[in-house]
C-alpha cells in the first residue's frame, strides 16, 4: 500500500479519547519561551463523507489532500480559501485517487487508480481493488497520468515550484528480492519527473528498490532505499526502508541512522527537504525496537528530535524553510498520538498551543508553509478524522495573551473524556494514506 510519506505514520487507531485531557491541561501550564498560538479550522469533507486528511499546504495557503466520498471511495481534493474541491472526478476512471502535494502555479500531484486490473494482481494503491495505480499531475481540471519507468505502477508524492515531481515508479524487471508469492512482483525505483519525463535515480549499492516523496525548489529529492519486501504495516510500501537518502545533482546521499538498522517501523526514511536542504524524516534507535524523527543538516549530520514527554516513538513530516519541524508523537504501540511542532528547537505537542475552542484533538501534522500554517488530521467529538488547518497568531495579539494568561476555553477538550476509539474503516484508511498500521481495538 502506499500513499504519503508517512502518509506512512499517521496514526490514530484507538484513540482512547480519555487520555487526551490530562495531556491537554498538564501542557496549558508551561509558558512557552517564545509565544506562538495557532487557530484551528476543520477544514471539511467532500459531500455526504465523515472523513478528510491533508498532507501538504503551499505558501498562497493551497492545500492538499484526500476526503472520502458517500460511497466510500476516496478522491485527491485541494481546499483553498475556505472551500474544498474534487479533483478526482473524473480522474484516471478509477474509483480512487490521493493527493500529496501541490505548487503555486496550481499544479497538484498525487495517486489515482485506473479501471484496468493489475496484469501481475498487485495492489499497488492498497485500496484492496488490484487495479492498476498511477502517478498523476492535476492542472486546469484535467488530471494527467505520468509515465512510469515501463512498469504498471508509480506513485507521485510532492511537486516543487518548477513542476518537479518526487516518487516512485516499477521498472519492467522481475524483483529478485520480493518473497515468492508476491504480492509485489518488479522492481520499484525512486524517480523524478521533469516536464513530463521521468527519470530514475541511483539507489545505494546492495539495495534494489527504494521510493521518494519530499522535494524542494532545487530539485533535491528526500527519500529512501532497501529492497523488496512484504507489504511493510508501517509504511505501507513494498519496500524494507534501510537508507534515509537525500538525492543531490544526481547523487544519492546516505544520511545515517540513529543507530538502528531500519528493520523496524517504518524502517529509515527521509520525508521532506526544505530550500535550504534540511531533511526531516524517522528513523530506527539502536536495536530497532524504536523509531525517532531527526532533523539532518549538511556539515552536522542526523540530529534525533525526541518525542513529546510520556511518549516512545515519533517521526518528522514536514519542514519549511525557516526549520520549523511537524510529525508525530506517540506511545509505544503509536494507538496514541498527537501532533507535533518544533520551533526554535522546541517541541511542542500542537494541541497546547491553540487559541480558543478548537474542532478537532490534533493527531497528526504533516505540511507547514513559510508562514508556519499547519496542516494534517485531527478526531471530532464524535470519533470522525478530517483534515486541518491551523494558523499561527500574532504572538503580541490579546487572544494569544489571554491564552499564555490561562483563559483558553477547555470546554471543547474536556468532551473527549468520551471513550470513542476509531472505527476499523477509519483505521484502514489512515494506514492506506500513511503508512501506519494501527492496531484495532475492541469497542
Known sequence: MKSSLLRWLAAASVITLMHVPARVFAQQQAVETERIYYRVIDLG?????????AVSIRNNSAVSGTSALADGSQHAAIWYRGSIADIGT?????????????????????????????????????????????????????????????????????????????????????????????????????????????????????????????INDRGQVAGATGTCSTINPDTFVYVLSRHAILWDKGKAINLGSLGGAGTFGPGNIAGDVNNDGDVVGTSDLKGDTQFHAYLWEKGKGMQDLGTLAGDVNSAGLGINDSGDVVGVSGDATFANTRAFLRHNGRMSDLNTLISGKSPLYLMLAHGINSGGEIVGFGVDILGDVHAFLATPYDCDSAEANSFADGVQDSSLLGSYTREKPLTDDIRKILERQFHLHLPSVKN
Not at 469533507?45 to 486528511?53: A, C, V
Open 90 to 214: 473524473p480522474g484516471l476512471e478509477g474509483p480512487n485517487s490521493a493527493a500529496y502535494g501541490s505548487n503555486e502555479w496550481g499544479q497538484v500531484s498525487g495517486l489515482a487508480e485506473t479501471s484496468a486490473s493489475d496484469p501481475n494482481g498487485e495492489d499497488f494503491c492498497g485500496y484492496g481493488d488490484h487495479l492498476i495505480c498511477l502517478p498523476f499531475v492535476w492542472q486546469s481540471g484535467v488530471m494527467t497520468a505520468l509515465p512510469t519507468l515501463g512498469g504498471n505502477n508509480g506513485e507521485a508524492g510532492l511537486i516543487n515550484q518548477s513542476g518537479e515531481i518526487a516518487g516512485n515508479a516499477e521498472n519492467r524487471k522481475l524483483d529478485s528480492t520480493c518473497p515468492s508469492g508476491g504480492p509485489q512482483v518488479l522492481e520499484e525505483k525512486p524517480v523524478i519527473w521533469k516536464n513530463g519525463a521521468v527519470e530514475e535515480l541511483p539507489i545505494l549499492r546492495g539495495d534494489t528498490d527504494g521510493w521518494a516523496f519530499g
Open 45 to 53: 469533507t467532500l459531500p455526504g463523507s465523515t472523513f478528510s486528511l
